[in-house]
């Protein structure tokens, strides 16, 4: 069992810019792998082409633009296994898949939701940024805005999909969907927040350290 004498390795693998096609197929081999014991726990951080994916809760009133207009201006649209409603994926959006075992001792999937926050929260303390919790709903929130969105699976105790953390994306895209099905909240970014460029990398860094010191994990990538 991982605890703070002994953590569990963690490799931080940074892909770069994927399709959310390639960022599917790379995670169910992962999966496959962890569930079998062949790999330790992976937390890969990356950015994905311009997409809108919908979790298995999606309503299909929050896509607000039919699905062949949005491929027609570029956007790919994906029906995906995680939990949570519609959400928009793109550059300068930091988005995170750990493929981590729960197992034995954090088989609780309100606290690994809660553990991501927390994740996010911290990464945003970090720039001096106050992002809370909101009761009722997921994410990472500053003010009435969200930062940071969640969207899980979880197979046998091994997680994938995970987190998605705003830094510099463009926010266009939000206004073609009912953001997380929440139509009375905003969506914001780590750049606008603070108004000024902030290197993706860092923030990659500050996230990567703070998702280790919340898991428990010995950072190895």
């Known amino acids: 069992m991982a605890n703070e004498d002994h953590p569990r390795p963690l490799v931080v693998r940074r892909l770069g810019r994927l399709s959310y096609a390639q960022g599917l197929e790379l995670q169910a081999q ?7 014991d062949r790999i330790v726990d992976v937390l890969l951080l990356l950015e994905h082409d311009p997409v809108f994916t919908r979790g298995r809760n999606a309503r299909e009133q929050n896509l607000l633009v039919r699905e062949s207009l949005l491929r027609a201006r570029g956007y790919d649209v994906f029906e995906t296994g995680r939990g949570g409603d519609v959400t928009y994926h793109g550059p300068g959006q930091i988005v995170g898949y750990p493929i981590i075992s729960l197992a034995p001792d954090r088989q609780d999937v309100h606290r690994y939701v809660r553990d991501l926050e927390e994740v996010m929260i911290r990464a945003c303390r970090d720039y001096g940024v106050d992002a809370v919790r909101v009761a009722g709903l997921t994410g990472c929130w500053v003010g009435r805005d969200k930062i940071g969105a969640i969207g899980v699976r979880i197979s046998r105790w091994v997680t994938s999909h995970g987190f998605a953390f705003n830094v510099a994306n463009d926010m266009a895209p939000y206004s073609l969907i009912v953001p997380c099905g929440i139509p009375d909240r905003g969506v914001t970014t780590l750049e606008k927040l603070l108004g000024r460029p902030v290197p993706l990398a860092d923030v990659q860094a500050a996230l990567s350290r703070n998702f280790a010191d ?6 190895e990538g």
């Open 30 to 36: 992962l999966v496959a792998d962890r569930q079998a």
């Open 214 to 219: 919340v898991f428990q994990r010995h950072m």
